[in-house]
């Protein structure tokens, strides 16, 4: 049987120099990078954290509207990749930082208190969806705004192994009560993204992907 955990490190490490090949995930990246950038908080964000940022398709772009991000993966491969284009591009505001997404404990190690939270398919990684958010909801600064996206509840068979522990993707309604009792307000979704692909089942599937915001209340 494969042994494969939630954030699943060394596949995320094989696949890095690959990663940026697949169409279907540079659609995915454009779409969300346009739907996180239209709903950026009023004002440029000061101290910024991604969430699963990968070689950072999402973050390359969406930093040009922030002043500082904080790109946090638990992928070190993927980190490299990203700190190739940072080397190439000649990029001073994105700091590439490796920690174990599937502990929320780990977001303690950013020490930081952030006034805008994104991320691009990584909550479905991480086993205890609640308890991170009540990590990251600790990190941010009051006011601060959270875009999050990901997955709408699918069929399963999204993912090519069977065997991958993921959420299979999250009913909007009860993520969003996991936010308002973790204290976030002004709850949001909107469809960023339709996936069309042919899943483990030779099916093709359409797999919409939301964009969740919520804001920090300023007391």
């Not at 939630?6 to 990663?19: L, M």
């Not at 950072?56 to 990203?82: F, K, P, W, Y």
């Not at 994104?118 to 705004?145: N, V």
Request: charged share 25%.
């Amino acid at each position: 049987m494969t042994n494969i955990s939630w954030t699943d490190a060394d596949r995320f490490d094989k696949k890095a120099s690959e990663w940026d090949a697949n169409a279907l995930r540079a659609a995915l990246a454009d779409a969300v990078s346009r739907a996180i950038i239209a709903h950026l908080p009023v004002g440029q964000p000061q101290n910024s954290l991604e969430f699963g940022c990968g070689t950072g398709l999402v973050t390359i772009r969406v930093a040009e509207h922030c002043a500082q991000v904080t790109a946090a993966d638990s992928s070190r491969e993927m980190l490299n990749v990203l700190n190739e284009k940072i080397d190439a591009g000649a990029i001073r505001n994105i700091k590439p930082t490796f920690i174990d997404l599937s502990a929320p404990e780990s977001v303690d190690e950013l020490g930081e208190s952030f006034d805008f939270v994104f991320s691009s398919m990584t909550l479905h990684h991480i086993p205890d969806t609640a308890r991170f958010l009540r990590q990251l909801y600790a990190h941010m600064a009051p006011g601060a705004t959270i875009s999050i996206a990901d997955l709408d509840q699918e069929d399963g068979f999204f993912h090519d192994d069977e065997a991958e522990k993921v959420h299979h993707g999250f009913d909007r309604n009860s993520l969003k009560e996991i936010l308002e009792t973790t204290g976030f307000i002004n709850a949001a979704f909107m469809t960023a993204h339709i996936i069309e692909k042919k899943n483990r089942e030779g099916r093709t599937g359409s797999y919409p992907v939301f964009l969740l915001t919520a804001v920090k209340p300023m007391s």
